[in-house]
């Protein structure tokens, strides 16, 4: 049975509701910006055109009532200037821009994301963005932010180029990624994991087999030094 860990389908989630919100709020606001606030600007230059012929309220009410009519337009009179207007046209502009900051890079990330795995090998794992990783040339692990953020990194050389190997059990399945982590540490001599334990060694531990974890750590920094 191949051992897969797929791209977590909560962080999909969240990266489709971003992306969702993101294009919806664009969306609004470029009509807001295109169609509604235009139409409003169009009332308030009339009603400000016709204001500047006409002094006496009762005419002015009159005026505005009979070109309302005509055109189609709210009886009721703009209480915005053009100006206030031709500036909330522009603020639409701005903040639409601004959603598809967040709308169009969180749905990039979906659809390159919602396909993605990591997958044990007989020698080691490949993903599917082609990245392949032998365990016999890993040549360091380090485990430091493993425990609060569940990312260890693999250092290893590969056709004598170094490269990296990230395991982020937040974006990929844990256990299936845990378990892959335990086939690499099983190949690996204590003095190549850095900055945590092996799982093997917590496990022992749990089960009170095991010195602690700041002791194994500390060992470790002196046999580096």
């Known amino acids: 049975m191949t051992l897969r ?5 909560s962080y999909l989630w969240r990266y489709l509701l971003m992306s ?18 235009p139409k ?14 006409v002094n006496d309220p009762r005419q002015l009410a009159l005026r505005w009532q009979e070109l309302a ?7 009721k009179q703009p209480e915005k200037p053009s100006s206030a207007i031709r500036n909330d046209i522009y603020g639409q502009y701005i903040f639409g821009v601004l959603s598809l ?30 990245q392949q990783m032998r365990f016999a040339e890993v040549t360091l692990l380090n485990k430091k932010r493993w425990d609060a953020k569940g990312i260890a990194r693999a250092f290893y050389t590969a ?7 990230v395991f982020d059990d937040f974006k990929y399945q844990r256990e299936p990624l845990g378990q892959i982590l335990r086939r690499l540490e099983a190949v690996l001599q204590p003095d190549q994991i850095i900055g945590g334990i092996s799982e093997a060694q917590r496990d022992l531990q749990k089960q009170g087999k095991a010195p602690e974890a700041d002791q194994i750590e500390s060992d470790q920094a002196v046999a580096n030094s």
């Open 69 to 75: 009519d005509s055109k189609g337009w709210p009886v």
């Open 101 to 130: 900051f967040l709308g169009v890079p969180a749905a990039w990330f979906y659809f390159r994301s919602r396909n993605r795995w990591v997958e044990a090998t007989d020698e080691g794992l490949q993903t599917s963005w082609g």
């Open 5 to 9: 860990a797929n791209f977590q389908s």
């Open 159 to 165: 056709a004598g180029k170094k490269h990296v190997f």
């Open 20 to 37: 969702i919100a993101g294009l919806f709020m664009a969306g609004w606001f470029a009509y807001d910006g295109l169609v509604a606030y």
């Open 40 to 53: 409003k600007l169009a009332y308030a230059q009339a009603f400000e055109e016709i204001k500047s012929e």
